[in-house]
């Protein structure tokens, strides 16, 4: 299981996604461009000391981190056109992949995912903040996949 973020814009996202994947041991992809540096005191403070246990990956863009990513299933998340989470079966090599805080992901990211997955929320819901995405997304799928430490 990966976990894979599509040009994120907000640093404090990034630095809770490090320190969630530190805490279940899987690999994060940051697809760049990003909206900061990764020296930002505000994405340190949200890791905090979490960095040297997790295991990032920075591509240069898009296509590098298709080129890279290796085996298995491509699960974007998303509001339009998807599964609801609790119908979806994850498999253990599937990348979840989140877009940007601002715009999602473009349509040739769209039509590159091989599932879309829509969390469930209230109609009058528009949507979650992306760490908080990516933690819901990420447990329920090493839940299903027993990939629980």
């Known amino acids: 299981m990966r976990l894979a973020l599509f040009q994120p814009a907000i640093p404090q996202n990034v630095g809770a996604c490090i320190r969630l994947s530190a805490c279940f041991g899987v ?3 940051v697809i760049e461009p990003v909206g900061f540096t990764f020296d930002d005191r505000a994405m340190k403070r949200a890791a905090l000391d979490y960095g040297p246990l997790g295991h990032m990956i ?11 990513r290796g085996p298995g299933r491509l699960v974007l998340f998303t509001t339009r056109g998807a599964t609801p989470l609790n119908d979806f079966g994850f498999q253990p090599d599937d ?28 109609p009058e819901a528009r949507s979650l903040n992306l760490s908080v995405s990516a933690g819901i997304g990420l447990f329920e799928s090493l839940r299903q996949t027993d990939g629980l430490v």
């Not at 601002?102 to 091989?114: C, I, L, N, R, Y």
């Open 27 to 29: 690999e994060l992809h």
């Open 58 to 68: 920075r591509h240069s863009g898009w296509d590098r981190f298709q080129a890279d």
């Open 95 to 122: 990348t979840l992949l989140f877009g940007s805080e601002t715009s999602g992901v473009p349509e040739p990211v769209h039509a590159a995912a091989d599932a879309r997955v829509v969390i469930p929320l209230r």
